[in-house]
């Protein structure tokens, strides 16, 4: 079995930090697959995402990943292929097995970056 | 006369924060067909570049992608109330469908000229597209733009709405 690690990461901006955090996550994994926590349901293209609904989502590396996760589960041979997200009103948690793998550095580097643009937070006058 | 203050396009709009692209147009009963007009185009625009599944912008359309993304919406219309240019509102769906931003380039001398050209890649194909622009007022769409660092690599990446409050 493998564990998970839980990175936390303060932001207010909701559906566009999620976004955000799987664009970034696509950088690393180009045919990522996404599967709403709470539906279950699985979304294989991108665009195809509903981020308003998104509370909690699971990224799979690709399409064999996913089949890998739903037959095995936290299997040692699924390590480092799914990155798992959850959303409050304040933060986001990031879980994923290894932080100091190298994609999943690479990973977490980057949605830590993203999640400083201005445009997420910065308020223009009404 | 039909009053279309109920129109699904007039209630994203205000939804959105955007009800001064109405109220101040003048006149103000002009604004709705004005940027029905300016999706149109861009639909068409849509069409030509992508073919037959080419994403349309429509009422249904929109209202559709408020209701699964609303960030989105809100970035987009904020592009609808800065651009005229058909290309422009192409090229900011595709970015938020998930188009890669490949290159930017960026030229303007004062008083002279202005030119933005940006390649987008597909994220399913690779292939590219280009969309230029000499109108300086589509420079404002640039602040849209996600900018970060990916391995501490430059990134602009998404196009997201200004938050008004």
């Not at chain 1, 998970?4 to 909701?14: E, K, P, Q, W």
């Not at chain 1, 739903?70 to 879980?95: P, R």
Request: glycine share 6%.
């Amino acid at each position: 079995m493998i564990g998970g690690t839980d990175i936390v990461m303060r932001t207010s901006s909701g559906p566009a930090a999620l976004d955000l955090c799987v664009r970034m996550i696509r950088m690393e994994w180009a045919n990522a697959v996404f599967e709403d926590a709470r539906s279950e349901r699985y979304v294989h293209a991108y665009e195809d995402l509903s981020f308003s609904r998104l509370g909690e989502i699971f990224v799979y590396r690709d399409a064999e990943a996913a089949k890998a996760w739903q037959e095995l589960g936290a299997d040692e041979s699924n390590q480092n292929t799914m990155i798992h997200i959850l959303m409050s009103d304040t933060e986001m948690t990031v879980v994923v097995d290894d932080p100091h793998d190298a994609a999943m550095a690479r990973v977490l580097d980057s949605i830590r970056a993203g999640l400083r643009m201005d445009i997420l937070e910065m308020r223009a006058a009404a | 006369m039909i009053y279309e203050s109920h129109s699904a396009l007039e209630r994203l709009l205000r939804d959105c924060e955007l009800g001064w692209m109405i109220d101040w147009y003048d006149p103000p009963d002009q604004a709705l067909p004005h940027l029905r007009e300016a999706l149109a185009e861009a639909t068409a625009e849509s069409r030509r570049r992508l073919g037959e599944g080419a994403p349309r912008f429509d009422e249904e359309t929109l209202a559709g992608e408020y209701d699964q993304n609303p960030h989105k919406l809100r970035a987009f219309l904020q592009a609808l109330g800065s651009t005229r240019s058909a290309p422009m509102l192409v090229l900011v769906w595709r970015i938020m469908q998930g188009a890669t931003i490949q290159a930017v380039e960026l030229t303007y001398e004062a008083k002279v000229s202005f030119r933005l050209r940006i390649v987008l890649t597909s994220s399913y194909d690779g292939r590219q597209d280009v969309y230029e622009s000499t109108d300086i007022n589509d420079a404002a769409l640039l602040r849209h733009l996600g900018i970060t660092t990916v391995d501490g690599k430059p990134l602009f990446d998404g196009f997201y709405p200004l938050r008004i409050r």
